[in-house]
């Protein structure tokens, strides 16, 4: 009960005209990122980053995460209706809603994708509410080396689900924890990295690095890869046949607990749950054959699935400070920004805020389900913008904000080289987002290192000594094996895709 008195304070603080227009700010940013092929959630909260200082942290957060779950909504629009994912967590359903459209039902693959979408997204904020208090609470107890321990689950978490090839993974963590070391040593107050520059004496900004490795990159490969647009169909009536509403509100409910689920662990993306969904929707189909050529259920249980793994992530971020996805990572970047140190003592020390962001997502989705069932084909037509017009104004708004960030042109420069060093390492294909975790993830981990030997007085042994820190590391050592044997051997499962997180 004390969860919902403070969630209906939340919602006064949230239902103000300033959050409720910078909520609506962020839903349509979402949607629009989501329907324009190419652009991501990740990369448009990396490159509008900056834009939120000034707003102060309710208004801000309220913004970047409106972008965040209003991705998936839009990344379902144009994949039904021209065969192409806004975003990536949509790519399988392209798999069943594009057959449907092409039947002359885009509406109803629409309709049964925004009803799904706005109850796995309410169920799995609704978790957020309920269950997230309890486990701040938990971790209250918890220590350096407790923190210690989490953090390198959530790193080889990251390397075990992070795709193919296992060494690429570790190229990229190595990266990761190398840009996290440059600046003054915190103990020595020695320099690390920085070869005589003053300006590497305090590191590199968080934002440039997520700025230029998703959001410059994503424009390179974007201006590269320019193709023609097709005409979407028209959407004409959002509800399924009669017959279809039970199946598909079944698969609702399986995609709300899976995505869920999945949500709550560190590492996995979007896409993981979806896809999951989808082969889970097939197997319990009586009639398999009709994947892939127009199933409800292939349009209900992934979409369902990736909005409820949007709340479901957001609990470890809340409740224990670990960013479980990339973007999840840029919004812990933003709460670090704002003066807010994600973990067990936000709930006790910022309620108002952490409640406000909470309520504002209830409010968030029900805009989305307005903007989606009656505006579908709205939105489609906004994916016919062409490239040439719409990259060059992405680029001047990541340029304008890096160097609005400390009014230095250094970071302008900053932001371009990490732009085309992520260009060339998805060219490879060395994955992007473990460098961006590892990196925000580094600080934080070195300290709670240090503050754990300076405990035990240098034995490292000391971490076994405590139980949860001990059994989570041993845990964490299992996955390490088991993906270092599951990569030798090449058997690595569907989900563990080469897909970009």
């Not at 962020?26 to 989501?34: A, E, H, Y």
């Not at 796995?120 to 971790?139: M, V």
């Not at 040593?185 to 920085?194: E, K, M, Y």
């Not at 579908?376 to 001047?396: R, T």
């Amino acid at each position: 009960m004390e969860s919902f008195s403070l969630l209906l304070s939340g919602f006064e603080t949230a239902m103000s005209w300033s959050n409720l227009l910078y909520c609506l700010i962020g839903v349509t940013i979402g949607m629009l990122v989501g329907v324009l092929p190419g652009l991501g959630p990740t990369t448009a909260t990396a490159v509008l980053l900056p834009l939120t200082f000034g707003m102060g942290p309710i208004s801000a957060i309220i913004m970047l995460s409106g972008i965040y779950y209003g991705a998936m909504y839009g990344g379902t629009i144009t994949s039904v209706l021209i065969n192409t994912p806004g975003e990536s967590a949509s790519v399988i359903t392209c798999m069943d809603g594009h057959p449907l459209a092409k039947q002359g039902r885009a509406g109803a693959a629409l309709g049964v994708a925004g009803i799904g979408s706005f109850i796995g997204g309410t169920f799995s904020i609704l978790g957020l509410t309920f269950i997230g208090p309890p486990i701040a609470e938990f971790a209250l107890k918890f220590g350096p080396p407790e923190f210690f321990a989490l953090m390198v689950m959530g790193m080889i978490m990251v390397i075990g689900l992070m795709g193919q090839s296992l060494l690429r993974g570790l190229i990229a963590v190595l990266i990761g924890l190398t840009l996290a070391m440059i600046g003054m040593d915190p103990i020595t107050g020695l320099d690390r990295f920085t070869f005589g520059q003053a300006k590497l004496m305090e590191g590199f900004d968080f934002v440039m690095i997520a700025m230029g490795l998703f959001g410059m990159s994503e424009i390179l490969i974007g201006i590269e890869n320019q193709g023609k647009t097709q005409k979407p169909p028209k959407v004409k009536g959002v509800f399924p046949r009669k017959e279809e509403w039970s199946p598909a509100l079944k698969s609702i409910g399986r995609g709300t607990g899976l995505g869920f689920l999945t949500g709550l662990i560190p590492g996995t993306n979007s896409v993981i749950p979806a896809i999951m969904s989808y082969s889970l929707e097939k197997k319990l189909a009586k009639d398999p054959s009709r994947f892939g050529k127009g199933a409800i259920e292939g349009v209900a249980g992934p979409e369902t699935a990736n909005n409820s793994y949007c709340g479901g992530a957001l609990i470890p971020l809340f409740t224990l400070g670990l960013p479980s996805s990339p973007t999840i990572a840029v919004l812990l970047g933003a709460f670090i920004m704002n003066g807010l140190t994600p973990g067990p003592a936000l709930f006790q020390s910022n309620p108002d805020i952490v409640w406000a962001i909470i309520a504002s997502m209830f409010i968030g989705n029900f805009l989305l389900l307005v903007m989606n069932l009656p505006l579908a084909g709205v939105w489609a037509k906004i994916a016919m913008v062409p490239a040439k017009l719409l990259y060059p104004i992405i680029l001047l708004i990541a340029i304008l904000g890096s160097y609005s960030v400390n009014n230095s042109l250094w970071d302008v420069g900053a932001m371009l080289v990490f732009g085309v060093i992520g260009y060339f390492f998805k060219k490879v294909d060395i994955p992007i987002a473990p460098i961006v975790l590892t990196f925000v993830l580094g600080g934080l981990m070195e300290n709670s290192l240090l503050q754990s030997l300076a405990m035990f007085e240098g034995d490292v042994l000391g971490f076994f000594s405590r139980p949860i820190a001990g059994s989570v590391l041993v845990f964490s050592m299992v996955v390490f094996v088991f993906s270092l044997v599951s990569g030798f051997r090449k058997k690595k499962s569907m989900i563990a895709s080469d897909i970009e997180m």
